[in-house]
């Protein structure tokens, strides 16, 4: 029997749909992603913490999920709304439906809500709290919304980051098809041996990530988000990686302090919010963007060579353009909003973007990174 579900926001508008996975009460900011594909990748994505996320694309769930598509050991999105989700999981790697899947790791999920009303709404009055619940009533489910924690000055980068270093061992061979002209034999591709070793801070790693880093030569000890500086170059690292992770920024001073202590000792790369952390590491600042980029379709230029890439991101909070010091040069600007989406210092080997170049959902057009990443290194040796 299908249950009856209530989506509230702060604001006091409401949506009703049924339930599937699990049922009761949750809170967190809603926000939308515009991807096609990929629900498994962005439901198991560390950013997520504390979100509850909307799917623009109508159904969900059609292909089901499978560990091989995971990008953590286990889901982070608060609650899941989509408009229909689909009665069969049609793929033969296929090893669980969504619903039971949800149901597993008690995730509350709402379909037949109209999510394009939903995404305009949230265009309209910005990204804001929210609550999913099959036991409150509306006036209930909004208050339920309005007393939750809002997303800025929280720190879920503790909830998410590794308790332990580790060395990076996951499957990390990629995917192809037999091909008799190129003398591709089997359905993957074979891994270069390992050139660099580099140190990655665990803000909310994908696994993605570190397997594109594993493709690009690196061997990667992955640390906890609160490892000193001290401690990560007594392991002589030849470059140090910065992660993406959920939540704000600017509520991660102790994080900001040890990477401003890595400039100049040893070549930085980050991605999403490691770009935010590098942010606050020059000496710049960061600020909520209305509704965030998340989705597989956001255009982005380099100012270095006038090339647009289509690229994958996931973010809601952005760099402050003038809060940027002098010798910070800014390499690549979103084409929608104008907002940075990549810089480098002109003293230090440090760069970073904004967006996700390992994508997972999304275009591969930025995946030329790692390897610049490598040439970095290789240039500061």
Partial sequence: MDMKAILALEDGRTFTGEAFGHTGTTTGEVCFN??????????????????????TYPMIGNYGVNPEDAESSQPHVRGFIITELSPIASN??????????????????????????????LRSAGA?????STELSADEAVQAAQDSTPMEGSDFVKEVSTESTYLWDGESREWTIPNACTK???TYIELPEVKYNIVAYDFGIKWDILRHLRQAGFSVTVVNSRTSAEEVLAMKPDGVFLSNGPGD?????????????????????????GHQILTHAFGGSTYKLKFGHRG????VKDLRTGKISITAQNHGFATDTTSLPD???????????DTVEGFRHKDYPA????????????????TYFFGEFAELIEANK
């Fill in 34 to 55: 515009t991807s096609m594909t990929g629900y498994q990748e962005i439901i198991t994505d560390p950013s997520y913490r504390g979100q509850i996320v909307t799917m």
């Fill in 184 to 186: 591709q034999e089997g």
């Fill in 351 to 366: 760069f970073s973007v904004q967006y996700h170049p390992e994508a997972a959902p999304g275009p591969n057009d930025a």
């Fill in 296 to 299: 597989g379709n956001q255009p």
């Fill in 128 to 132: 804001m709290r929210s609550c999913i």
């Fill in 92 to 121: 033969w790697r296929s090893r669980q439906s969504l619903p039971d899947y949800f149901s597993e790791h008690k995730i509350i999920g709402i379909e037949g809500v109209d999510t394009r009303a939903l995404t305009k709404h």
């Fill in 249 to 273: 920024p600017s509520s991660l001073d102790y994080i900001h302090a040890e990477i401003k202590k890595l400039l100049g000792k040893t070549p930085l790369f980050g991605i999403c919010l």
């Fill in 327 to 337: 010798n910070v040069e800014i390499t690549h600007i979103n084409l929608n909003d």
